[in-house]
């Protein structure tokens, strides 16, 4: 029986939602990043082979304070905005896109921490702690009702990225009694539990064509009980931190999610002037790329292209965070757009990545290329849930003047 203990903790003062990141946060921690990123650049093929982020890569973003960007000041936190974390995510994607996703996977688990009873939320954030929080949304799980408050949870929950690295991990179950799945308006009742890495069996199974180095394994747990104080509700329950938080966070994972595509198509972009700057010429052919009309073309359109993926993320994690500040962030609605302006992001970064690639000649086609290895990694991101175009149907109904619904159970 896993009882994580819950004991109070000691009043700590409870931010406001008027409170604003103390000055210079944010563009420190980003510089920061930017300095530690050529490292984890040259160190790409280490991450690939090893199929996991490194745990002194980790350690070391840890110890800057990327794990707690999103917790409020009362707990140790840099309490930033979604839009300040973008730029953090965009830089570690472009320097090594599995290092990006990890990070990408711990910003948002601070959304998910954000639904667990306040006793159990400021355990995992006691006393300033850079927690590595890693969920799986996929709800692979039973989660049986037993006497005395407890959940008897069995599963096996595939795509736990990062889950080598955490020191938690939440994952998603179907609620049962008496062996049947319970009913609630949305179809069968789900809940994520969440327990300390150690209780979890990690089987290693995250052999992939992209993202390869996410560590992206499989998380089991077997009949543990697991008390009420580590299950919650993420997509309808209620914030157990005050301020923008408060709001539904479904419409901001979608965007986070986005950051790492762009992130991705930058360092393609990055790569291909790289390779054009060196002096390549491709065989047989009068100029070097980067004298080339037809490649300066391109590589012109692509960047374009990039700028728009870009500035529609921006604009819409600003218009996120707005309505969420003000209390008006709408679980139906604006996730509905968020998973629509997710889907053109990933699409339109897609169509960059490739392009680099088709530019780059022959030569990318080997594993050692930076541009073949991002090009895997994109089109992983864009298997993603949170990336699929089916949204856009949701969205565009909307739009027509239906009714908004929810994306995930369509009601």
Same mark, same amino acid.
Request: aromatic share 8%; with cysteine.
């Given at each position: ?12 003062? $409870? ?22 990123? /050529?490292?984890? $650049? ?16 980790? =350690? ?11 917790? /409020? ?7 930033? +905005? ?34 667990? /009873? !306040? ?17 799986? #949304? ?39 009694? =008496? ?10 009742? +789900? ?18 064509? &992209? ?47 986005? $950051?790492?595509?762009? &992130? ?12 054009? #700057? ?22 012109? !359109? ?17 218009? *996120?965070?707005?309505? $969420?500040?003000? &209390?008006?962030? =709408? ?6 757009? &968020?998973?629509? #302006? ?25 594993? +050692? ?11 992983? +991101? ?27 159970? #369509? *009601?």
């Amino acid at each position: 029986m896993v009882t994580t203990n819950v004991q109070p903790m000691r009043k700590r003062p $409870a931010a406001t939602a008027g409170q604003q990141p103390a000055a210079g946060d944010a563009t420190q921690l980003l510089a920061a990043i930017k300095e530690l990123a /050529p490292e984890f $650049a040259d160190r790409a093929e280490e991450i690939e082979h090893s199929r996991r982020v490194p745990r002194d890569i980790i =350690d070391t973003l840890r110890g800057i304070g990327v794990f707690r960007t999103l917790v /409020p000041r009362s707990h140790g936190g840099f309490e930033l +905005t979604v839009p300040e974390v973008l730029p953090m995510l965009e830089t570690l994607a472009a320097a090594d896109s599995s290092v990006g996703w990890v990070t990408m996977i711990g910003v948002v688990s601070q959304l998910f921490c954000s639904r667990l /009873p !306040r006793e159990s939320y400021d355990q995992v954030y006691a006393d300033g702690a850079s927690a590595v929080v890693v969920g799986v #949304g996929t709800p692979a799980g039973r989660a049986e009702a037993v006497d005395g408050g407890y959940y008897r949870v069995s599963g096996r929950w595939p795509f736990a990225s990062g889950c080598q690295n955490a020191q938690w991990i939440a994952a998603h179950c179907v609620v049962c009694k =008496d062996g049947e799945p319970v009913k609630s308006d949305h179809g069968p009742l +789900t809940r994520f539990v969440m327990l300390r890495a150690e209780y979890w069996r990690i089987e290693e199974t995250w052999q992939a064509s &992209g993202l390869t180095g996410s560590g992206s394994h499989h998380a089991v747990l077997d009949n543990v009980d697991i008390s009420e104080a580590w299950v919650f509700d993420l997509l309808h329950g209620p914030s157990s931190v005050p301020g923008p938080f408060e709001s539904v966070p479904a419409p901001f994972i979608p965007t986070l999610h986005s $950051a790492v595509a762009v &992130g991705i198509a930058t360092g393609a972009v990055a790569d291909l002037a790289a390779m054009a #700057g060196a002096g390549r010429r491709q065989l047989f052919a009068a100029a070097d790329l980067k004298d080339s009309p037809i490649f300066q073309h391109e590589f012109g !359109r692509l960047g374009a292209e990039l700028r728009a993926a870009r500035a529609l993320l921006e604009v819409q994690a600003a218009q *996120q965070w707005r309505r $969420a500040a003000e &209390g008006m962030l =709408d679980g139906k609605a604006d996730f509905a757009d &968020g998973l629509q #302006g997710g889907a053109w992001i990933h699409a339109a970064c897609t169509n960059i990545v490739s392009g680099c690639y088709t530019l780059g000649g022959a030569s990318v086609v080997m594993n +050692t290329s930076p541009l073949q290895r991002r090009l895997r990694d994109i089109h992983a +991101t864009r298997q993603h849930i949170f990336a699929q175009e089916r949204f856009y149907a949701i969205a565009g109904k909307h739009a027509l003047g239906f009714p908004p619904i929810d994306p995930i159970s #369509g *009601q």
